[in-house]
């Protein structure tokens, strides 16, 4: 599991209005009832094969990440992505996990960004088959972190164009300075015994 589904699942326990659904939900995943997962730019749909015989549809609609959350994200990650390929892999450093994931104001949706709807008679909103999707796109955001960004509606280009600029001017920044990791000739012909 990468950072980015296990994020995901956590935020998601936030939602659940039972526990017990958590639990059954997870099962569900295991047991590979979740035929049929799309992720696309606000909206996840799904089929679930439950106890009936027709599986139960799925539908979770999520509010598209507001740009004045998005640019306020960007501002406190200023100079703290190293590595978008890390990013990416799911590693990167706990400050940036502490900005994505802050309640309110991070990268995951809050509990008034996101809509459940499933096709069964269970009263609770969050179900045992909403919530086995919710595992599955875990799931699917381990193998694949970039759906995150499809889903929220955010443009992973601009955070890797910020990230290049910030490169970008570190580098241009420190060109002109003499660096203490140079050796001098003499040093490197003992080095290698030359």
Known sequence: NTWWGKAWNKNLENYADYSNRISRGRSYVKMGAVLDLNIETGVVKALVQGSERKPYEIEIVIVPLSSDKWDSILKLCHHKIDSLAELMDGKFPKELEEI???????????????????SCYDWADMCKHVTAVLYGIGARLDDDPALFFKLRNIDFEVLLKKTIEQKMHSLLENSGKKSDRVLDDKDVFGLFGV
Request: charged fraction near 30%.
């Open 100 to 118: 994505f994931t802050l309640k309110g104001k991070g990268l995951f949706p809050t509990d008034k960004e996101i809509k459940f709807s499933c």
